[in-house]
């Protein structure tokens, strides 16, 4: 499965962006898409993620404020950033897990700042 980002830039606190990865390639076997987010010197952290059959999961730090959502006719996965915070500020990758393989996508930049 091949990922492609698209979406992230520069914000203002409190707004918002939208991000998007379509997965292409071999994508039946698909039980889950995600977010991962990495800043500067700190390790990659799930933000949120969809399974095959909807349910979602949302780190603690962003509940509330991001929304994941998938289109498995496009098989697209976006991710919905509200009311955004400096410490949000990130490299933001999405992941296709397999039924035995995963795989990542080159990430797209996320900068909130005045």
């Known amino acids: 499965v091949q990922l492609v980002e698209s979406g992230g830039g520069l914000a203002q606190p409190g707004g918002s962006l939208r991000l998007s990865c379509v997965a292409s390639?071999?994508?039946?076997?698909?039980?889950?898409m995600g977010w991962y987010r990495q800043a500067p010197g700190k390790q990659r952290e799930l933000v949120a993620d969809?399974?095959?059959?909807?349910?979602?999961n949302y780190a603690d730090f962003v509940k509330g404020r991001f929304t994941i959502s998938r289109d498995s006719a496009r098989n697209t996965v976006y991710l919905q950033m509200d009311s955004l915070k400096p410490e949000d500020t990130a490299v933001y990758y999405c992941?296709?897990?397999?039924?035995?393989?995963?795989?990542w996508g080159q990430g797209t930049q996320v900068t909130v700042s005045s």
């Open positions: 390639g071999s994508t039946f076997g698909i039980k889950s």
């Open positions: 992941k296709v897990i397999e039924l035995l393989s995963s795989s």
């Open positions: 969809i399974l095959s059959g909807g349910s979602t």
